[in-house]
């Protein structure tokens, strides 16, 4: 499985710029299709601390429209005006046939910045066929906390694709904890960080695609560019096979989460 991570470089609050930025990278890249395509946490605006009032709430609509004129599958990082005054912080998958595959709202909101003044936590983890894979994406500090992707792969996820605006000056944290991820998981991680700037930080890209051994499968630098590597599904099941460590996981030490499998936050179907 073909996968492609646009680290970008993000116009601040401006969704025509970030939009049309997009396309080009993709128009350029000419990702085969039933390819997976992520772009970073927040790709419209940057990393806002509110919902902007220019926030138009097309940001699925524009995931759905990308994914289906390239016949890929498009993970859009967006923002949802909720009715409790709050945001969300959204990672959308849009399908090769122009629908909404999943909806993820971000279980972390970065309390040690002002992500937690305007944003609210989404309840529940998400698990999506995405082609020949099993896709559960996260949000950035999401990177940090394990137990809810451990509860991921018990749900049945092989790749997970995190998009994130995660800053320069803990880059090691960020490479770290993509690899640990992978390995603790037995799965591939694709991880893509913005570059630039914003009014509060500066970002150092580092997108990484790692395997479910650890393995570093492609990395960038800190400049804007279209990262691509290819996941050998068959390679990870017989990893798994032969080393089944995720049969050996003691449920009952986990805590319980809904799993939206194919649904917005509004729809879970089992819990893990």
């Not at 849009?94 to 040690?112: C, Q």
């Not at 944003?119 to 906390?145: K, N, Q, T």
């Not at 790692?210 to 804007?224: F, M």
């Amino acid at each position: 499985m073909r996968v492609l991570l646009l680290q970008m470089d993000l116009a601040w609050e401006d969704h025509a710029a970030n939009r049309a930025a997009i396309r080009r990278m993709l128009d350029e890249a000419r990702p085969p299709r039933g390819a997976f395509v992520l772009a970073p946490e927040m790709a419209e605006t940057g990393f806002v601390p509110r919902v902007p009032e220019s926030e138009d709430g097309a940001g699925a609509a524009f995931a759905a429209s990308i994914a289906r004129a390239h016949g890929i599958w498009y993970q859009h990082g967006c923002l949802h005006r909720a009715g409790d005054g709050f945001g969300r912080n959204m990672a959308v998958v849009g399908a090769p046939d122009g629908s909404i595959a999943a909806k993820y709202a971000k279980i972390h909101p970065f309390g040690y910045g002002s992500e937690t003044l305007g944003f609210r936590g989404g309840d529940r983890i998400c698990v999506v066929e995405a082609g020949s894979m099993r896709v559960s994406p996260f949000i950035c500090y999401d990177l940090r906390f394990p137990e809810v992707w451990r509860l991921a792969a018990l749900a049945g996820a092989e790749v997970f694709s995190i998009g994130a605006n995660w800053p320069a000056k803990r880059h090691a944290a960020w490479r770290s904890l993509c690899i640990a991820r992978a390995i603790e998981n037995q799965a591939f991680v694709i991880a893509c960080n913005r570059v630039g700037s914003d009014p509060s930080l500066t970002y150092s890209g580092g997108s990484i695609v790692v395997s479910p051994q650890g393995e570093v499968l492609a990395e960038a630098t800190d400049a804007p560019c279209v990262l691509h590597a290819e996941l050998d599904l068959a390679a990870l099941r017989s990893w798994r096979a032969e080393f089944p460590a995720l049969r050996d996981v003691r449920r009952r030490f986990l805590g319980r989460i809904p799993c939206a499998p194919r649904d917005s936050e509004e729809g879970a179907q089992k819990s893990h």
